[in-house]
């Protein structure tokens, strides 16, 4: 990758983006042997977790491989699509697969809030667009925090109170940041003023989809389990 490159390389063209893959060697060697040591580990574990793992590889594929890691080069909107595969797919999936112990779900959630702030800071963003390494330290800042939240959240089996009051703080917040990005009067991020135009957006414009992108396709189902457990902490109450 050339230094002067994001890590995602080049924008695509917007004719030829479906074939824009990411192949680095080092990240698909990473990968793959991510994948065969996960499914070892759990060649003797139920199927619902060995599914977990495969739905895993499948959103880091699709966030650092398919042609979605280079769109994020020229759309901003791709990008938080890109966020909502880690944090609502990869991140909950992991957590299926390997649950982690459960820790400080109050510090659990200020990191991960943390890092999806932090990604939206326009020096921040510039910072992870000019170096892999600050890239790849913001990907894994919201992996794991994400890994250790949803491991609280699906480990909890009768404290439903708790975890909603968790799940209904992030979907909160992604409402706030999705409402900035939708109502801003300007475009925040530089990074895209030239790419945008090429897909048919201007960088303001690109900015708002993005917005709603946070909230529906981020929310919603998000939303959906904040009500699956609602139900079932009042069921819960009425059986008590």
């Given amino acids: ?51 977990a793992f495969g739905v895993a590889i499948f959103a880091a594929v699709l966030a650092f491989v398919s042609p979605l890691c280079a769109m994020t080069v020229a759309l901003f909107s791709a990008r938080t699509l890109h966020h909502l595969v880690v944090i609502v797919l990869l991140a909950p999936a992991l957590a299926l697969a390997f649950p982690l112990r459960r820790g400080p779900q109050a510090l659990v959630f200020l990191m991960l809030s943390g890092a999806l702030w932090l990604w939206h800071l326009p020096v921040i963003y510039s910072a992870a667009w000019d170096s892999a390494s600050v890239y790849w330290g913001l990907q894994l800042a ?9 491991s609280a959240l699906l480990g909890q089996r009768r404290d439903n109170v708790a975890g909603l009051v968790w799940l209904v703080s992030l979907v909160g917040q992604m409402g706030v940041l999705g409402a900035l990005l939708t109502f801003a009067p300007r475009a925040f991020y530089m990074e895209h003023l030239a790419h945008a135009p090429r897909f048919g957006f201007s960088a303001l414009e690109d900015q708002q989809l993005a917005g709603l992108i946070m909230w529906v396709p981020g929310m919603v189902p998000l939303g959906i389990l904040a009500a699956i457990m609602i139900w079932q902490a009042l069921w819960q109450g009425a059986r008590a």
């Fill in 1 to 51: 990758m050339k230094p002067d490159l994001p890590y995602c390389g080049p924008a695509p063209d917007p004719h030829a983006w479906i074939t824009a893959w990411n192949l680095d060697p080092v990240l698909i060697g990473c990968l793959g042997a991510l994948a065969i040591g996960g499914f070892w580990q759990l060649r003797d574990q139920g199927v619902l977790r060995k599914r």
């Fill in 142 to 150: 919201l992996i794991m925090p994400g890994w250790m939240f949803w």
